[in-house]
């Protein structure tokens, strides 16, 4: 005999604190998460690639905030990363190069390129107003001019020889004859055709001497603007050269920075018209705000400087979209065009993350499958492109830079729910070679000693960071009571944290003074929740009341049992009783499922009257052939059945109605039962238990009243005050059982030899009708 009786003594559950939170010091703990520690050591201590991890666990576990606390403690070990700058490519300026730097040396040379562009915006004017400029300049000219010079003499020379004359204007050389030593005007040339005659001879004689001549003086003006040219080139560079000598040696160490330094200064000596053109127009300015943007082809863009950071960076992206990840390209409109620039660049999470962490919600990086897959990309190529969105190019006309892809070197975190995980891992062929690492929070941990001393100081730091009243002794206690019922067993605990400081910041609504949360305040709270959200309960309750749910719990019925089952809404559960009722007879058909045929039973309910079946040929059909149909089905049922938490009293329906023994209406059962008879454990017992004594109560306890459940299921058995106090006074009974033979005990006052015996009696008497039904047909 495996029945017990539980007392309330029994039932009494909970851990009795004597402190109250202001008697501890505050602590982030995280108590039972030893797999989550195990996890995060091994990453933190793996820098190859495919390290990245992936926190899964149900919300309000402290998922997020665990992450942050185990990354910044890394982080602080760690070393600063460089500063990420862009510069202009002046090969390319549509591909701007990146340059790293040691932390604040990036806003340094940023610094030092405006204060060079600035300096200069006073040097090289007065370079070019000095007199020593001037001088040089008026010395190229009157050299070139005295070449030119001679060249026209000399032409003028050879011109007389071929009987030409030589005439300079403003626009160009003429050719006209030459009689005597005087050169005959046009007017006179055409009107005279020997003398036109002779000329064009002389001329085409001369031609090919001429074009030399023109062709020299050409080049002598090219020279001279040569020369002007390689003069300002030179005088502009001497400019750059003394500008940047005060602080170009800083970065002569750094790869790229130099060569970058020594193109710049090519480039500023060439625009240097750019820096006469603002001096020329102070006082305008317009003009001068249109020149600035000009100059910002030579400045440096810091992207991130990391000059007053502390070790590595952890950057937790809580809108992770395309610019936000990815950075953004400023464009501004110009004639319709949207143009930008290196200077239009700014960071995003991966460049800020760059040498540190990136911690991101799995599921808002996945609301759009464009980014997830450019994200992947990163991880993969382990370079940080700036791409644009899939649609921005659809907009208007732009000129897009393309800047030069970052080295991305940082390690991801996501952090997501358990079945998320799952679907990556199976159906993203990536993910596993992505993210090799899980921390998986266990949501329900075993109550040891570690946790019963951590729960006051959790508390005593979410107290503080939320400003809450302390908790009292009583409160903590009637906290982690609660905390112990939403695991659903009494050996452990529900480390779902949100749930617990909900009750706490409503409890504080209900202390209306004093300094402590009292436990009334606490139990208060709790009640007023099941409140909020028991309506449904209630009105299915009244309609029992009412009789429009037919339910008898009282006397004894043959062939009708009550079963328990639950109702769950998503943010409560509770318990709802419900008739099972089984009619036999003579029949091949075994036993029929009501619910099965009419497409309402699930496919576990299913599986648990098919093992009914196999229990009755195990236990009857030895002897003789079972000639049984039953009908089996829960009244009043219009929803899905699913679970075989009633395989058990639909068991005892079937044998009642076969062995003509009534069932007690007033204990009702709840428990699978497998096909040796064996009472298996099912969830909700709470919420079971709980819901047939509201039912009884509100019919008026006689007490008589109360329920079966497995003895597997002792430590689900969390049951409020109110029950227990019920189960003291001795108004309801609680009984575990371990076989369905216990049960029958219990529910007929009968033996469970005897009654066997009467459902096989029951089952000869089918066996010889069916065998004269079969002799009469001839089979």
């Not at 495996?2 to 995280?30: H, M, N, Q, R, W």
């Not at 040097?123 to 070019?128: D, G, I, N, Q, R």
């Not at 003499?153 to 005087?182: C, M, N, W, Y």
């Not at 005897?754 to 009696?761: E, Y």
Request: proline share 4%.
């Amino acid at each position: 005999m495996a029945i017990k009786k539980l007392t309330k003594e029994d039932l009494t559950y909970g851990y009795a604190y004597t402190y109250s939170t202001k008697d501890v010091e505050p602590a982030e703990l995280f108590p039972g998460q030893e797999r989550v520690k195990s996890a995060f050591d091994l990453a933190l201590s793996i820098e190859s690639e495919g390290y990245n991890l992936y926190v899964s666990g149900p919300e309000s576990i402290g998922r997020t905030i665990y992450t942050l606390k185990r990354l910044k403690e890394s982080a602080r070990l760690k070393k600063k990363p460089e500063d990420i700058c862009y510069v202009n490519n002046f090969d390319n300026p549509l591909r701007p190069r990146y340059l790293l730097l040691p932390a604040g040396m990036g806003k340094a040379l940023a610094n030092d390129i405006d204060w060079a562009i600035d300096a200069l915006k006073e040097e090289l004017p007065k370079s070019f107003e000095s007199k020593e400029y001037e001088e040089e300049l008026t010395n190229i000219r009157k050299n070139i001019e005295s070449k030119k010079e001679e060249l026209a003499q000399k032409l003028v020379d050879e011109a007389q020889s071929h009987g030409l004359g030589v005439i300079f204007t403003p626009a160009g050389i003429k050719l006209l004859p030459l009689v005597g030593r005087r050169i005959v005007s046009e007017e006179e040339l055409y009107a005279n055709p020997r003398l036109q005659e002779s000329y064009e001879r002389n001329l085409s004689e001369f031609e090919e001497r001429f074009r030399d001549f023109i062709r020299e003086l050409r080049e002598l003006d090219h020279t001279l603007s040569d020369q002007v040219l390689e003069l300002r080139n030179r005088v502009a560079s001497y400019v750059v050269d003394k500008v940047f000598s005060r602080f170009e040696g800083r970065y002569m160490e750094y790869e790229g920075v130099y060569e970058y330094i020594s193109k710049l200064k090519i480039e500023l000596a060439k625009n240097s018209d750019l820096f006469l053109s603002w001096h020329t127009s102070k006082g305008n300015l317009a003009f001068q705000k249109m020149l600035e943007k000009s100059f910002n082809a030579f400045r440096v863009n810091v992207l991130v400087d990391n000059s007053s950071r502390e070790g590595a960076p952890v950057i937790f992206e809580e809108v992770p979209t395309f610019q936000n990840l990815f950075g953004r390209v400023f464009y501004s409109a110009e004639m319709g065009v949207l143009y930008a620039d290196h200077m239009s660049i700014s960071a995003g999470s991966l460049h800020k993350a760059r040498g540190g962490y990136l911690v991101l919600r799995a599921i808002d990086l996945l609301r759009n499958p464009f980014l997830w897959d450019a994200f992947k990309k990163v991880l993969m190529h382990k370079k940080i492109h700036m791409p644009l969105h899939p649609l921005e190019d659809t907009l208007m006309p732009l000129v897009g830079i393309s800047p030069e892809p970052l080295p991305a070197e940082f390690k991801v975190v996501l952090i997501g729910d358990p079945y998320l995980y799952y679907l990556l891992y199976n159906y993203d062929p990536e993910f596993g070679r992505l993210f090799k690492i899980k921390a998986d929070f266990d949501p329900v941990v075993d109550i040891r000693e570690d946790l019963v001393e951590a729960f006051p100081r959790i508390f005593r730091k979410i107290v503080e960071e939320e400003g809450l009243r302390h908790l009292s002794a009583d409160a903590l206690s009637e906290l982690f009571r609660y905390g112990v019922e939403l695991s659903g067993s009494r050996r452990k605990f529900n480390m779902v944290m949100g749930h617990l400081v909900d009750v706490v910041r409503e409890a504080q609504s209900f202390a209306k003074e004093g300094e402590f949360i009292e436990g009334k305040h606490v139990r208060e709270a709790i009640r007023e929740k099941l409140f909020r959200s028991n309506l449904l309960e209630e009105k299915i309750r009244k309609a029992i009341g009412e009789g429009k749910l037919i339910l008898r719990i009282e006397g004894e019925e043959i062939g009708q049992v009550n079963g328990l089952s639950v109702l769950d809404l998503g943010d409560y559960s509770f318990g709802k009783p419900s008739r099972i009722t089984a009619s036999v007879y003579v029949g091949e058909r075994g036993i029929v499922n009501i619910e099965r045929e009419v497409e309402l039973s699930g496919p576990i309910h299913s599986k648990g009257v098919l093992i009914l079946s196999g229990y009755l040929g195990r236990k009857y059909g030895r002897e003789i052939p079972l000639h049984l149909s039953c009908t089996l089905t829960f009244e009043q049922s219009y929803d899905e059945v699913e679970g075989d938490s009633a395989s058990m009293a639909e068991l005892i329906a079937i044998l009642s109605a076969l062995s003509e023994v009534p069932i007690k209406q007033y204990i009702a059962i709840t428990g699978s039962v497998d096909q040796l008879g064996n009472a298996q454990p099912v969830g909700g017992i709470k919420e079971k238990v709980e819901g047939f004594y509201r039912v009884c109560k509100m019919f008026g306890l006689k007490g008589v009243e109360g329920v079966i459940v497995p003895k597997r299921n002792y430590d689900n058995l969390l049951l409020d005050d109110e029950v227990l106090d019920a189960v003291e006074r001795g108004e309801f009974h609680i009984y575990t059982v371990d076989t369905v033979d216990d049960a029958v005990e219990i529910l007929t006052d009968m033996s469970a030899e005897k009654f066997h015996k009467l459902v096989m009696k029951k089952l000869r008497e089918f066996f010889k009708r069916a065998t004269q039904i079969g002799r009469k047909r001839g089979v």
